[in-house]
Structures are given as C-alpha cells and as structure tokens.
T-cell receptor, first 118, second 111 residues
Framework: NAGVTQTPKFRILKIGQSMTLQCTQDMNHNYMYWYRQDPGMGLKLIYYSVGAGITDKGEVPNGYNVSRSTTEDFPLRLELAAPSQTSVYFC?????????????????FGPGTRLLVL | KQEVTQIPAALSVPEGENLVLNCSFTDSAIYNLQWFRQDPGKGLTSLLLIQSSQREQTSGRLNASLDKSSGRSTLYIAASQPGDSATYLCAARGGYNKLIFGAGTRLAVHP
C-alpha cells in the first residue's frame, strides 16, 4: 500500500490564482481530512469527509472547497489564492471500523504540500 | 471550544536523558488523545493513542499517560537518542471527528 499520497509537493502561486491539491489513499478508508499547518503552529482542520459524496467544514474552511466523488480521492480547491493561505497542507484518512470502539482508530497522514502565495 | 497547549515549545538535551513532554487540553470530553511525531518536511506519524477510558499506553521507550479530569497528558521518552530528534505533537479527538492539535514540542537530542 502506498498509504496517503499528495501532489504536488511544493507550489508557488500568485495572488488570485487557483489550484487543486490532490490527495489519494489506497487503504479503503471512509474518513478523509484536510489540515493546514502554519509555521510553529499545530494543524488546523479545513474540511473533512465521512464517505463518498459527504463533506463538512472544519475549523478554517474559508477560501477552500472540497469534493469527494470516490472513496480514494479527496481534492482541496483554492479558488482565489491569498498570502494568508501560505502554509503546509496535510491530507489524512482513517477507517471507521464498526468492530472498533469509537476512539480506537488513528489517522494516517500524507507527506504534505508546501504552498507559497506571493 | 477545545484548546490544546504543549510545554515546552523546544527542548535540547544530551543523549541518554529521560524526557517528559507535556500536553494540556481544556475540554475533558474527548474520545482519545494522540501523540504524533513530525520530522522536517515530512508528514505525521502516530506514536501512541490513548482512549478516553485508558490511563496510559506504552510502545518501546515511549510511555504516554492521560488524566482526563485534570486535562493533561504526558509523553515520557526513556534513554533519549539522536534519532528521537523531531517535533512531537499531541492532539485531542473530540466530537465530529475533529482532532485539535497543540503547537508541538521541538526536541533536539545531541550526542
């Protein structure tokens, strides 16, 4: 298994440009997440999905959009890039196994996409 | 609103020392508390997960404890090695599948 993969690794955007950050997992996980990590800070949740066709907002959703058309893919879209969106973006996934008690599962993280908006 | 704080922000120690990293959270209604390791330019790796009903978890030289009533968790690293140098993040899992992260403790273990 490749686990959680993210592309690109690094990107520079100009203010007002748009782009899509790609995230794919091959573990057949139900839940997927997008986080951002600013320098010296912890991760903050942007959006999450509990299954194909279902998405919901996290702590910091403004300026982003997501879709979940398949179990494997969870792309994050930036429509009008702003300098405040300069950050490292992490995608994560986890299984929701009904054989596990709630709280037994862990999230698996991708390597991140470093985004610089100038 | 859940807030997670980690102390210290940075730590530099000689090889062989035993270490304690601290994590505190404001809302005790959590499903679990997790500790992650983050290496520069890399993603996060889960180290230990303590369910809300548990008091501690151990993996090799790592031991994590959880005291929900006081809103605290500690990560104990025994006999530290240079390979332990990384940033350690704790995260509290609350409702709606949300992990709330602390800002991390940057650890440097020098030979």
């Amino acid at each position: 298994n490749a686990g959680v993969t993210q592309t690109p690794k690094f990107r520079i955007l100009k203010i007002g440009q748009s782009m899509t950050l790609q995230c794919t997992q091959d573990m057949n996980h139900n839940y997927m997440y997008w986080y951002r990590q600013d320098p010296g800070m912890g991760l903050k949740l942007i959006y999450y999905s509990v299954g194909a066709g279902i998405t919901d907002k996290g702590e910091v959703p403004n300026g982003y959009n997501v879709s979940r058309s398949t179990t494997e893919d969870f792309p994050l879209r930036l429509e009008l890039a702003a300098p405040s969106q300069t950050s490292v973006y992490f995608c994560a996934s986890r299984i929701r196994d009904r054989g596990l008690l709630e709280g037994q599962e862990t999230q698996y993280f991708g390597p991140g996409t470093r985004l610089l908006v100038l | 609103k859940q807030e997670v704080t980690q102390i210290p922000a940075a730590l530099s120690v000689p090889e062989g020392e035993n270490l304690v990293l601290n994590c505190s959270f404001t809302d005790s209604a959590i499903y679990n508390l997790q500790w992650f390791r983050q290496d520069p330019g890399k993603g996060l790796t889960s180290l230990l997960l303590i369910q809300s009903s548990q008091r501690e978890q151990t993996s090799g030289r790592l031991n994590a404890s959880l005291d929900k009533s006081s809103g605290r968790s500690t990560l104990y690293i025994a006999a530290s090695q240079p390979g332990d140098s990384a940033t350690y993040l704790c995260a509290a899992r609350g409702g709606y599948n949300k992990l709330i992260f602390g800002a991390g403790t940057r650890l440097a273990v020098h030979p």
